[in-house]
């Protein structure tokens, strides 16, 4: 039996979910981005297999935008990371609470 | 089209970018010695010239005929330019209320991320292709984040910053997640040929594959245009954020996305509606589709929206708060019939951006003089700066939507969309209630902040100056609160005209 | 070839479950590398060789060296490796689990194309005249947005001196 286009898919929903509960229960804001980081390349595996099993290249171009964006985003959040971290030294998202919901 | 037609449906854009270089370069190369202040106002006045230079190419580009470039990556038209030029506009005043005080000292870099975060703006509003609509939301997004972030030795500014990256790189990854279904289920990217695939095949609306990506793109642009559940980063990032980019956030970025997002559900997706209509006496009818997310994300922002807003001690928490209701109040017109709905949303969103705007700006120029953001700094502050206290009270009672101002009329077409939806049988009666019944709850919020403007007792200190730079711009915006009030066909024509010319 | 998609699915999700449970940021990373090869893998096994290609070197040459630098810069020993707390842990098992078991169903009753994938040319060659004819537009604006991270980027982390 060959593998099927919804194998690829349910990988591909399986690293998203893993992603996702990573992001909701880790506290360390560097394991959320990598979380976050596998959730984008979830999406990066679904896209590849469409555009394998549509026959057009449209979805690996997408992928292409995908990896570029990710990786200037990370950056951006590290950035971000280590501007909190001079003002306020933790990683821990549950002391970023200065401002309350 | 080849690429120098392409570079000319593309001048406005290339000038904002050489506006941005312009400005990075000369802040390094030329101005490094000279006072912050100064330095503050030269570059505004480069961002203006350039922001004016791509105005009037998209002026020009009014006269040219359509056009559209490579599966709506770029699509030219009336209704793109005109959304075009207000995202100018507001990025202008933006500018204006950053010319009197430097948000930091690295004002170069200042003004080129706003420019760099209006250029997205501008590419979101003009697209209809997925990839596109992904790739300006990320330009736009990652400029927002950088800027809100900006006072970065304040604890606030970044834990703002840090709240609305990590909740906004999460609905990037839903947004991508839904985008990837529904090319696999449509194969193909740009919104009209999506709109094709129904007509090919009937069961099309009823894929699970393209439900589920649909789900998941609301899911995304949810965070965006900020409705419950996914508003938690709006109240934190707008306080954390200096005032004019708070405004900026608040507006800008609120028009662009929920003109893509319009088009997405309407130009792109429309048959995949579904419905989530209650008939009388108390029928509820449920057919999957984008319909039941909308109407209860519209349900939900609604009600939290207004009911939080009301305990909020902050200003700009406040109209964070308020501008989640407000998102709630648009979703409602999504349900109206195509033409009706899009000119309601479209009317309603322009009006609600410039007076959200003007409210962030009476922010920016009292907010340091009176000694911070909370509400009860601004007790009194009506003796101390009459004429900026009568432009809050037209603001405030426009977002309350009283009549004549222009958000009682904004409010009345996305009120009287959402009824004729569902083929006049009154299907989403119960969402317009909820709509109507919510704003009134809104009065008195609103109210209570021109309470404490007007009677609490004064601050003590004498009049306060404000820049005409910040003076000015907001006159300008009362007056078209007022002018909409008075003729709100008149811009109801305009954009009716544009969506015909589509 | 079926073999290699199990082997590589397999491995890859034990990685990406052991990234999130495991309590030290830097051997997560080292996980989260091995989660990138595989992913490769698996885009190998699609035929999309260049972006199995762009994933090693944009994700375990740049993003993962990014990561590390930012760890050893802060040095996470300083803020210590603190307990999951409960609540936390169980809302993200269940929100991924109930998650995964609805793409299941989902993807178990819907029509999906099933045969063989038929052959087509997904070399660098095309996908290159793609990127520069009808995707030249936003690979113009993902070079802006590269430069919007990168002042962004140095703004943000960078010293202050006053």
Redesign the interface.
């Known amino acids: 039996m060959n593998i099927a286009l919804s194998d690829y898919l349910l990988v591909s929903a399986a690293l998203f979910a893993i992603g996702l509960a990573g992001v909701v229960m880790r506290r360390n804001t560097l394991v959320i981005y990598m979380s976050l980081e596998m959730m984008l390349n979830a999406s990066n595996l679904a896209l590849a297999a469409f555009s394998k099993f549509n026959a057009a290249l449209n979805g690996q171009i997408l992928v292409f935008f995908i990896i570029t964006v990710a990786a200037a985003e990370v950056a951006v959040g590290l950035a971000i990371i280590v501007a909190l971290f001079r003002v306020r030294q933790t990683v821990s998202a549950d002391e970023i609470n200065l401002m309350k919901y | 089209m080849n690429y120098t037609s392409l570079f000319g449906y593309l001048l406005g854009e290339v000038v904002l970018t050489a506006a941005a270089f312009v400005i990075l370069i000369a802040d390094v190369m030329c101005h490094r010695k000279d006072d912050v202040g100064a330095r503050n106002q030269r570059m505004a006045w480069w961002t203006l010239t350039g922001l004016f230079l791509a105005a009037v190419v998209y002026a020009i580009q009014f006269a040219q005929g359509n056009a559209n470039f490579a599966d709506g990556t770029l699509v030219i038209n009336p209704l793109n330019l005109f959304f075009k030029e207000v995202i100018l506009v507001i990025t202008a005043i933006t500018v204006f209320f950053s010319m009197e005080e430097p948000v930091s000292k690295h004002v170069g870099e200042y003004y080129a991320m706003i420019l760099f975060a209006a250029i997205g703006m501008a590419f979101l509003v003009t697209s209809e292709n997925l990839l596109m609509i992904f790739v300006s939301i990320e330009l736009l997004s990652l400029s927002l984040y950088a800027l809100v972030g900006f006072q970065k030795q304040i604890l606030r500014s970044a834990e703002g910053a840090m709240k609305y990256f990590a909740f906004g790189a999460v609905s990037a990854a839903f947004l991508l997640f839904g985008l990837s279904y529904i090319y696999g289920a449509t194969n193909s990217l740009s919104l009209p040929a999506i709109a094709e695939t129904f007509k090919g095949d009937p069961l099309m609306a009823r894929s699970p594959v393209l439900l589920i990506g649909i789900l998941f793109t609301l899911v995304g642009f949810g965070f965006k245009i900020a409705v419950v559940p996914f508003h938690l980063w709006a109240p934190d990032a707008y306080e954390g954020a200096a005032a004019p980019v708070a405004g900026f956030v608040a507006s800008g970025s609120k028009v662009a996305s929920f003109v893509a997002l319009t088009k997405f559900l309407l130009l792109g997706v429309a048959p995949a509606a579904g419905a989530a209509t209650i008939s009388f006496p108390f029928t509820p009818h449920f057919t999957p589709g984008w319909a039941p997310v909308i109407a209860l994300m519209a349900f939900i922002s609604m009600v939290w929206g207004n009911l939080a807003a009301i305990t909020q001690t902050n200003l700009k928490r406040l109209l964070a708060y308020s501008s989640v209701a407000h998102a709630g109040y648009i979703l409602v017109a999504l349900f109206g019939a195509k033409a009706w709905g899009q000119t309601a949303i479209y009317f309603y969103i322009i009006v609600y951006a410039l007076t959200n705007l003007g409210a962030f700006g009476v922010v920016t120029a009292l907010a340091n003089k009176v000694g911070g953001d909370d509400i009860r700094c601004f007790a009194g502050v009506w003796r101390r700066a009459p004429g900026l206290t009568v432009l809050m009270m037209i603001f405030m009672l426009s977002l309350a939507g009283i009549p004549p101002l222009a958000g009682f009329f904004g409010k009345f077409y996305l009120f009287a969309a959402g009824l004729a939806a569902d083929q006049m049988q009154l299907g989403y009666l119960w969402l317009v209630i909820t709509a109507i019944l919510m704003s009134a709850v809104s009065f008195y919020y609103y109210l209570q902040v021109l309470r404490v403007f007007y009677v609490n007792p004064a601050s003590r200190g004498g009049p306060i100056s404000i820049c005409p730079c910040q003076r000015w711009p907001m006159t300008v915006i009362a007056l078209i609160i007022f002018l909409i009030g008075w003729y709100p066909t008149a811009l109801l024509d305009w954009i009716q005209g544009f969506l015909q010319r589509v | 070839?079926?073999l290699l998609?199990y082997i590589f699915?397999g491995l890859?999700?034990l990685c990406?479950?052991l990234?999130?449970a495991?309590r030290h940021?830097v051997t997560?990373?080292m996980l989260?590398i091995l989660?990138?090869f595989f992913?490769a893998g698996?885009?190998v096994?699609?035929?999309?060789f260049?972006?199995a290609v762009?994933?090693v070197l944009?994700?375990a040459g740049?993003?993962m060296v990014?990561?590390l630098f930012?760890?050893m810069?802060?040095d996470?020993r300083?803020?210590q490796?603190?307990r999951?707390?409960a609540p936390?842990?169980l809302?993200?098992?269940s929100?991924?689990?109930a998650?995964?078991v609805e793409?299941?169903l989902?993807?178990?009753?819907?029509?999906?194309?099933?045969?063989?994938?038929?052959n087509?040319d997904?070399g660098i060659r095309?996908?290159g005249k793609?990127?520069f004819?009808?995707?030249?537009?936003?690979f113009e604006?993902?070079s802006?947005?590269?430069?919007?991270?990168l002042?962004?980027?140095?703004?943000?982390?960078q010293?202050?001196t006053r």
Do not use: D
């Open positions: 070839m079926n998609f699915s890859m999700l990406a479950a990234v999130v495991n940021p997560s990373a989260l989660v990138f992913m698996l885009f096994l699609l035929e999309a260049f972006l762009i994933q944009v994700y740049a993003v990014l990561f930012v760890m810069l802060l996470i300083s803020s490796i603190r999951q707390n936390a842990m809302a993200g098992l929100v991924g689990f998650f995964w793409f299941w989902i993807l178990r009753h819907s029509a999906l194309p099933v045969g063989a994938p038929m087509f997904a095309p996908i793609l990127l004819s009808e995707f030249v537009l936003p604006i993902t802006l947005l590269l430069l919007a991270a002042v962004g980027v140095v703004l943000l982390s010293k202050e």
